[in-house]
């Protein structure tokens, strides 16, 4: 299949978060990732300038809110706001992984719905469009007043797993709130699923009291399946559980592996855990390789969907509720 797109009528540009992934979306494309000037004056505000002319362009930007977070949110609300004003006709924003997904309800007084915020903000630059890839909860995509594809990683993860052996293996997402997903994940493989019972206590302390849905015990094998991994709080206290339950190999997978406080060597210090499958949404600096850790691309998948797109075709089978 020919992914590419006229390369005269777009313009694709990076932030610097993941400028990796954004160059290999841009060559599965066919068209040329131009390049983004990006330095700061001296009083430490952020100089922005696109290299190439996006007049009555459609404007793709690709950008990660991952660490920093905030200075990456600023490039991507710059650019948008730099392609409006030089009159680009469409400008769609690339956002791999919407970090403040994460905080998606009011569940403390006074507390900011960060989720519903930065949409009102990409909007508000200028975005006319936006493509992100697992939204942490569901109501998330409904936070955006512009059109907003939720994609899916799933695919990805299965063509991975087509040539393992998953005789006796059981998904299981750590809590309930991911459960939809795992489901989903479950079925295009033909696995039974469970999800942890948990509560958590703050941002890095979580407790799984037990498993809700199939019964684990006689699974040898777990595919522990989450949206995003940060310390890797939740996994360790599912993989402990799941270990008590009689698992003996357990293969984790999460499609934005942030990786914070030494999360892969803290996942992998556990013997049962024998491979930590993540995307390449978050850019994975050379200090967190590990030889349990392999990282999958979502190039193809983010080409696919901007190809149908720009074609005026249907994604539904792209989204993350399809299958």
């Known amino acids: ?15 610097s978060s993941n400028p990796q992934l954004a160059e290999s979306i841009a060559t599965k494309l066919g068209v ?18 696109l290299s190439a002319s996006v007049r009555y362009r459609r404007v793709y930007i690709v950008q990660s809110l991952s660490q920093p977070v905030n200075d990456h949110l600023m490039e991507l609300l710059m650019m948008i706001d730099i392609a409006r004003g030089a009159a680009a006709s469409e400008i769609h924003a690339i956002i791999p992984y919407y970090s403040f997904g994460r905080s998606d309800k009011k569940d403390a007084p006074r507390i900011s719905i960060t989720a519903r915020l ?53 998904v299981v997402a750590p809590d309930m709130g991911q459960a939809k997903s795992a489901a989903r994940f479950a079925r295009t493989l033909d696995l039974p699923v469970a999800a942890g019972n948990k509560e958590r206590v703050s941002d890095t302390k979580v407790v799984i009291s037990g498993l809700v849905g199939n019964q684990v015990r006689g699974h040898k094998r777990a595919l522990i ?19 008590n339950e009689g698992v003996e190999d357990i293969l984790v997978f999460c499609t934005h592996g942030v990786f914070t406080q030494g999360a892969v060597e803290r996942l992998a210090a556990v013997p049962q855990i024998s491979q930590i499958v ?12 590990h030889p349990k850790l392999k990282t999958l691309s979502v190039a193809q998948v983010f080409a696919d969907a901007i190809r149908h797109n720009f074609n005026r075709e249907s994604l539904s089978d792209l989204f993350v509720f399809g299958e």
């Open 1 to 15: 299949m020919n992914d590419s797109i006229p390369a005269g009528e777009v313009r694709f540009f990076s932030g």
């Open 32 to 49: 040329p990732l131009d390049a983004t000037h990006i330095s700061r004056f001296s009083n430490d505000n952020l100089y922005i300038q």
């Open 118 to 170: 930065v949409a009102d903000l990409l909007k508000t630059a200028g975005a006319t469009h936006v493509m992100s890839i697992m939204f942490h909860s569901p109501q998330v995509h409904g936070f955006f007043g512009i059109p907003t594809d939720p994609l899916s990683s799933r695919a990805v993860f299965r063509e991975y797993l087509s040539t393992c052996d998953l005789s006796g293996a059981i």
């Open 225 to 243: 399946y989450d949206d995003e991994i940060a310390t890797g709080g939740s996994i360790l206290e599912l993989s402990r559980v799941l270990i």
């Open 278 to 289: 993540t995307t390449d949404t978050v850019r994975i600096s050379p200090e967190k390789e």
